[in-house]
């Protein structure tokens, strides 16, 4: 079954802290890779991306994401957090050659920054 | 350029009832899709609409059906409403329905079956 995990459902850090959200996949095939954000009272957008090339890929507002293909991961990190970062994060795929652009999503973890 | 809207914002329905959600796909888009996101989950994929037909379905009951129109905007009805239905629904339109088409999601529509 295909399926995403989100390791950290809670994670709190002062500001300045390094970030690192761990997320795994489970899929029969290739897939694309994604980070969703969610900031308070805001909808879902795309954080990053990785489709295919250099398995280390960046993103906005400081973020980046490796794709290990052999752990079947794609963890999101951040050097140094602030507060504005306080936020839920979810990790997702859909599937390369898939009938559509279905995503499935992990179920996310909502990072808390104390200034 | 209007993003992903959807209505109403907030709805608070009985068991039993039926509901319908709108959603105006992002300026230039033809594709949408409805996800289901429950309260400490991520969002789950309930189907998607592509030139007025539904393309795609995901592990949802029938009484979750939808409907495109010719300006591509979409509704989510939902029949005989249950407890377990009280969510958020999550719009998402694209260009196209490959993989690599970017999903732009709207505010979501707050359900609460009573």
């Known amino acids: 079954a295909q399926s995403v995990s989100q390791h950290n459902h809670h994670v709190i850090l002062s500001e300045a802290a390094s970030l690192e959200l761990g997320c795994n996949y489970s899929?029969?095939?290739?897939?694309?890779l994604f980070w969703y954000v969610q900031y308070p009272g805001q909808h879902l957008q795309l954080l990053l991306k990785y489709f295919s090339g250099d398995p280390l890929v960046k993103g906005i507002k400081g973020f980046e994401a490796e794709f290990i293909k052999s752990k079947f991961s794609f963890n999101l990190r951040k050097p140094s957090v602030q507060w504005s970062d306080t936020a839920e994060y979810f990790c997702a795929v859909n599937a390369k050659g898939g009938a559509t652009n279905k995503l499935i999503f992990g179920t996310g973890t909502l990072l808390a920054v104390q200034p | 350029d209007a993003g992903v809207t959807q209505s109403p914002t907030h709805l608070i329905k009985t068991r039993g009832q039926q509901v319908t959600l709108r959603c105006s796909p992002k300026s230039g888009h033809d594709t949408v899709s409805w996800y289901q996101q429950a309260l400490g989950q991520g969002p789950q994929f309930i189907f998607q609409y592509y030139e007025e037909e539904e393309r795609q379905r995901g592990n949802f009951p029938d009484r979750f059906s939808g409907h495109q129109f010719p300006n591509y905007s979409s509704e989510l009805n939902v029949n005989a409403l249950l407890l377990g239905d009280s969510a958020l629904y999550l719009c998402?339109?694209?260009?196209?329905?490959?993989?690599?088409?970017?999903?732009?999601f709207g505010p979501g529509t707050r359900l609460t079956v009573l």
């Open positions: 899929y029969g095939g290739t897939v694309n």
């Open positions: 998402a339109s694209s260009l196209g329905t490959r993989a690599y088409n970017e999903q732009f």
